[in-house]
Every structure is written in C-alpha cells, then in structure tokens.
C-alpha cells in the first residue's frame, strides 16, 4: 500500500507542481513573487512565503521555532 496520501510536498517549480499532484501527493506551492500563480494548476495552496504555513490547517502539529 502506498503513503502518498499522508505526504505534504512544498514546491517551487511548476514542474514539481505537477509531478507531486500526479504522484497523488498534496503539495503547497511556492512560487516566486513574479511568477503568475496560474502556472500552478492543481496546487492544493499556494503561499507567498513558507512562514505563511499554518500547519493546523492540515491536521498537523505546531512547528517548533
């Protein structure tokens, strides 16, 4: 049986967009500040920086500063 469904996967790149969403993976993108947001298709979320995460969101637990 696979864990795809319990990996979070944080991504930069459209590519990796994608090929974690066809992986059946959840993935959070993070994209660069002049790219479009619309080359993201399918990203679960997309945040402007990875101190926007809310981990409680997802059902996980707080990160530890």
Known sequence: ASDTF????FEDSPAGVEAALAAGMKVIALPDPHM??????GAHQILPELGAFVPSAWGLPAMNS
Do not use: E, F, Q, T
């Not at 479009?36 to 298709?41: A, G, K, L």
């Open 6 to 9: 319990k990996v979070l996967v």
């Open 36 to 41: 479009s947001h619309s080359r993201y298709p």
